[in-house]
Structure formats: structure tokens, C-alpha cells
DNA sequence: GTCGGTCAAGAGAGCGCTCTCTCACCATGG
DNA sequence: CCATGGTGAGAGAGCGCTCTCTTGACCGAC
């Protein structure tokens, strides 16, 4: 299509010249390699420098096999995505640790046509491995993915094709379940929850865990409302949770994105927060702190989650064989004004 | 270093001998172009399914010298970065722009030695166009950065090397004017402002559009703190100035994460927003709407600034003659409770 | 003085692709 | 009937790099 426009940089071949040695030897100082008489380095060092020799990627890609770069792929809509603070400080944790390594991050958002373009793109060979974030049961891209590829979950995978997969997930359950205990214990005992979606393991796993610490106490929830995750959903699940239950005194939410919509919404429509209804939240977002009525929350560790994503599939790409199939990571109730 | 993997792949080659046909041809046809008889596409068509080919990404780019790909500098620590929702809002938008195209987003945060990383990476051909955010005036990797990439700020880009750039921005002195004629409309006069830092164009702007509206009314700030957009930064600057200026009764905050610990922390030192202080922050960020107290601020489209910055870098790979250098996008207060 | 051993540097192939150049083929017109 | 032109497909070079294989220089040893 376009004609090949001259790049302009030097190559291999240039510095070569300019140091009057083979492309072999220049190869070799860049790749430090010990077997270069010390002399000889420096001649090539300093035609590297004089030619601001940099090497080509593509090119060094293709010989080696190897990229040097990892796609994180968010099979999710991009607003869903990003306007999720779970998801961003799991992109932090990743960055903060690639940010350690030479390894470059490749953001694939593709909430259209996944399959395809995920599928592709990582046969493609552009990266050494994958970290699957925000990621549905439904997905194909979960079945269809090589396993050739070393690859990553942020949160246990569920569905077809998600056994033996590595991932590293919140304890979901038992976070849910201190939500639920905390809020018996505060007395109430017509508790509802709004849940995430049930094709994601963590919508899955709290619900559960919330349920659970209820049977316990030989209770039942007088609500589940399932939504996505969304302040928009969580708005709807309310006004439906309160016209079928309007003595409700006891929510938990589960996550906190959700929760301060929930919160803000039960004070419009004139509950008092906690008085009324009790409220937990799940992930200690920002948000939860500074919220109308300060949150009460499950903590999740969200950037350790993706520094220890970054660093499995570091390890994978190692061809590191202990790297555990599964890492689960602790929860904490943080108690603050609404329970 | 490590052996070579057989990757396991098929090639053009391996089609092309499945096909019956030449390498070229397996390559006009996965190219679409319309020189190829039908039957015989059709025929290469089949082979492709069969075997599964996808193109190597590495060898297109190798042979093309483009990558298909942007990268998204970030010369700034990944924490300041992710935990900033305007910085997140513009990662969103672009985001969404790319996924309409065929392009990639590479990630680069590189707060540590980013000078190297970020030159080197530009040079290396990984990318064909860099998208820079959150920039300093004093990063060298402005000043470096090679023209011969087509480059791309969010935010004017202050100092050096700055001169000619394109550059997309939120009308910041008009926005940061706003608020300062709507603190003087609620009459208050003893007016100060948080700043974020000096060496971004977004903290010297909004400084100069709040003093410009104050002295239209020939008042001048009774404070001036300058800090750095963080929220630790921004209750430090609150305690100097209620030190220095106890009666204060209006503040200006250059961004809402500053803005919403300014605001718990007044309260929580027993100043009531907005009957005693009246607060304004800058950016309509989500925790503006759910703050203790609803937040006055300014908005900006920061989705709309990545998508725009996308849509420019695509357009100056291109080869578009008529992309502005400049773009500066308007901004609207947004009244709410804190004034 | 010759030989084998060691080590550094060069030669050359090849990674997977695209693109130009060439050629074969068929249809057309004089 | 042959010259002409147009069209579709193949041959082959080359993108910038790495790596194996080979060469050559130098050393000590017999």
C-alpha cells in the first residue's frame, strides 16, 4: 500500500562499517557477550554511540522468537473497563512490575468481535505470553486460547477451557463472607445483596460467600439482585430490592463501585445509612473512603494481585516450571460509617 | 540465551506448499489484493483455514517498517499515573479509538530512567506514532523525543523541545477563570488556590486562569500553594494555608482527587464547606459527584482528549498534512454542593 | 619446526514476510 | 499468421538481526 519510507536509522550493518568489524562482532558487544576483546568493544561502543545505533525490534523479534512484550487483554468494554478501579490497580500492579523487567506492556481492549481479534493477535507472535483480565465464562477467547502461549488470569476463569489454566484471584468467598458475618453481627437480619454477573467468578464466588455466612446463622438473603458490576445496574437492583422489600436493613454490595451508587441512592430515596440499612461494600476502591457516608468494605489487595500476574507470567515466559497453578490472596474487612 | 523455540507455527511457506501455489501469491491474497483469480483465492483460502495461519507480526513489520502500533508514554511513577482518573479518563479514550482500528496500544510507563527506556523504544521501530501523558517540562525525553516519529501530547508540553508539537488540551487557564468568577459570584473574596505543579502546563494555566479572574475583580489570592495533584500533597497544602490564612473563605483545587482531600480534611479541622469555605476543584472526576459534599468543579472531556489524541496519532501515521497542531477543548462548571 | 589446541572474529545462512521483476499465457488486431 | 498488449502467477531479493560454522592467529609442547 504505502511505499516503504526510508527509516533513516542506522543498522547493524552500518556500525559494522563504522567500526571497520563484522556484523557478527557488533552483534556480540551488543548482546554483551564476554567472548569480544576489550579493545575491539570499545571501538564499537563508540561507533554505537557516534551513529546512535539502536536495535530494531521487529528484527530481533523475529530471529529470536521472543518479543520482549506481554498483551494484557481485557475482553470487556472499554468503560466498563476503565471506569472500574479493580481493573485499574490490577494495570498498575502489571505495570509497576514490567516496569522492573524490559518487557513492554500490549493493551488489547476488545469487547467487539474477541474471539478474532484476541485469538489472532496472539498467534501473531507479537508477545511472549498474556494476562486475561475482566474476563466472562462466555468468552470463547478463554477456550480458544493456545495454550502454547504462557497465560495468565486475573481472577479464577470459569467456564470451558478454564482448567489447569494459572490465575491468581481475591479469596472472593471469604471476603464475602466477613461481609456477611460483620453484618449479623451489627444486628440485622433481613440482609439482601446486589451481586456482580454470575458468568465472572468473583460475581459468583461472593455471592456464595455470602450466602454461606447467612446459612449459618440459619438465615436467608431476602434479596439477590444480579447485576454487572456497573453504579447504573446497582441503581436498578435497589429500587427492585426495595419495592419487593422495603424492611430491608442489612446490604451487601458487591463491589464498591456499586455500593456508593447503591448508598447514594438509598439517601435519595430516604433511608438513612447505616440507621436503616447497613452497607458493605467489596474492594476498598478509593471511592469507599471518601464516599457520602464513609464505606465499610472487604479489602482486596488489587496491585499486589497485578504484580503477582506480571511476575507469573515473567516466570512462565522463564519457562520457570514451579509457578503455582493457583494463588489466592487474603481479604480484610475494612469498617468505616455505613454498617 | 535461550534455545530457539520452534514456535510451531505455520508460515507463508507452509501455505503457500498446501495451497499449490507461490509464497507471493499466499501473500497477495491475505492481503486482499484483487490480482489473484478467484478460484485460486479461493483455494489459498482453504489452505489458510486449514492450517490456521495467521501472519508472524514481527516479519510484517520487519519487512513494511510499520508496526501497526502506538505507544502511550508515561514519563511518571505508574502510582501518581493510575490513581489520577483524568489520566485514566484519556487512557480510556484512546482505548476506545484504537479498538476501531487495527493498531495496538503499547504501555510504557518508565518513570525511572525514562529518558533511555523512552528514546530507546521509539528508535527501536516497535511503534509507529507516541502518544505522551502526564509530561513534565523538565522530562528530557521531550526535548529527545525524535521527530521523525510522529508524536502526539495530552496537554501542551512545557520547556524545551516543546516548540511545534501537536498537542491536545482542556482549555485549562478558561476552565481554572471559572472558578475563580464563581467563587467571587458566591461572594467570597479571601480566596486561595492548590496548584498542581509548575512544570506541567496544566498546573501553570489553571494558577493563571484563577488569578487572572481575580483580578478582574482586582482581588489577589490570599494563598497560593503550589503541590503536585496528589491527595497526600493537597491535605499538606491545606494545613499551610489555614495556618498562614485561618479566615480564608474560598479555595480553588487544580484537580478533584486534591480537591476531595481538601475537602475531608477542612471538615474534619471543623471548617464547614461550603458556608465557611467555599471549594471548587477541576475536572469532574467520578469522586466529585460522590463526595461527602458534592463537589463544584470543572469539568473537562477527558475521554474525548484520548480519543482525540488517538484519532491525531492515526492520522499523522497517515500522512494527513491538515492534523492541527493545536486543539484546545472548552470546559463547563459544574455547580454542586461545595460553594 | 611442526603440530594440536584455544579463542576471537568473520562468513553466510535464514527467521517470515512483501514487493519488484520477469515470464507465461491468452486475447486481440493488423 | 505473427506482433502486441494485458493479466495473473512465480522467482528471488532483501528487511535487520542472530547464530552456527569456519577461519585464522597465536600459544605452548613435543
Given at each position: ?70 498483551a494484557l487483554i481485557v475482553p470487556e468494554e472499554t468503560?466498563r473497563f ?24 500490549n493493551l488489547l481492549v476488545a469487547s467487539s468481535d474477541p474471539r478474532a481479534k484476541i485469538t489472532r493477535f496472539l498467534?501473531s507472535?507479537a508477545v511472549?505470553?498474556a494476562i486475561f483480565v475482566a474476563h466472562h465464562?462466555?468468552d470463547a477467547s478463554i477456550?480458544d486460547v ?194
Amino acid at each position: 500500500m504505502s511505499a516503504r519510507p526510508p527509516l533513516g536509522r542506522p543498522t547493524l550493518e552500518m556500525v559494522a562499517k563504522e567500526a571497520g568489524v563484522s556484523r557478527a562482532t557488533v552483534s556480540r558487544v551488543v548482546n554483551g557477550q564476554p567472548t569480544v576483546n576489550e579493545d575491539m568493544a570499545a571501538v564499537v561502543h563508540a561507533a554505537i554511540e557516534r551513529l546512535q545505533y539502536v536495535p530494531n525490534r521487529a528484527a530481533r523479534t523475529l530471529v529470536n522468537r521472543t518479543s520482549n512484550a506481554i498483551a494484557l487483554i481485557v475482553p470487556e468494554e472499554t468503560t466498563r473497563f476503565f471506569q472500574n478501579p479493580f481493573f485499574v490497580a490490577v494495570v498498575e500492579g502489571i505495570t509497576a512490575r514490567l516496569e522492573q523487567s524490559d518487557f513492554i506492556l500490549n493493551l488489547l481492549v476488545a469487547s467487539s468481535d474477541p474471539r478474532a481479534k484476541i485469538t489472532r493477535f496472539l498467534a501473531s507472535g507479537a508477545v511472549d505470553a498474556a494476562i486475561f483480565v475482566a474476563h466472562h465464562a462466555g468468552d470463547a477467547s478463554i477456550t480458544d486460547v493456545d495454550r502454547r502461549i504462557p497465560t495468565v488470569f486475573a481472577g479464577r476463569p470459569a467456564g470451558e477451557g478454564a482448567e489447569g489454566r494459572v490465575y491468581i484471584d481475591t479469596d472472593n468467598a471469604d471476603g464475602a463472607h466477613r461481609a456477611g458475618q460483620h453484618l449479623i453481627q451489627r444486628g440485622r437480619r433481613r440482609l439482601a445483596t446486589i451481586t456482580g454477573p454470575l458468568d465472572m467468578a468473583a460475581g459468583q464466588d461472593r455471592l456464595n460467600g455470602f450466602v454461606r455466612a447467612l446459612a449459618e446463622h440459619e438465615l436467608e438473603p431476602v434479596g439477590v439482585e444480579v447485576t454487572d458490576f456497573t453504579p447504573r445496574g446497582a441503581v436498578r437492583a435497589c429500587e427492585r430490592l426495595l419495592a419487593r422489600t422495603p424492611d430491608l436493613d442489612g446490604l451487601f454490595v458487591a463491589s464498591d463501585l456499586m455500593a456508593v451508587a447503591a448508598l447514594t441512592w438509598l439517601r435519595s430515596a430516604g433511608r438513612d445509612v447505616p440507621a436503616d440499612v447497613a452497607v458493605v461494600g467489596f474492594g476498598d476502591d478509593p471511592a469507599a473512603s471518601i464516599a457520602e457516608v464513609p464505606l465499610t468494605t472487604v479489602r482486596q489487595p488489587s496491585i499486589e494481585m497485578g504484580r503477582l500476574l506480571a511476575d507469573a507470567a515473567l516466570r512462565l515466559i522463564d519457562g520457570d516450571a514451579d509457578v503455582a497453578p493457583v494463588t489466592v490472596l487474603p481479604t480484610e474487612l475494612i469498617r468505616r460509617s455505613s454498617t
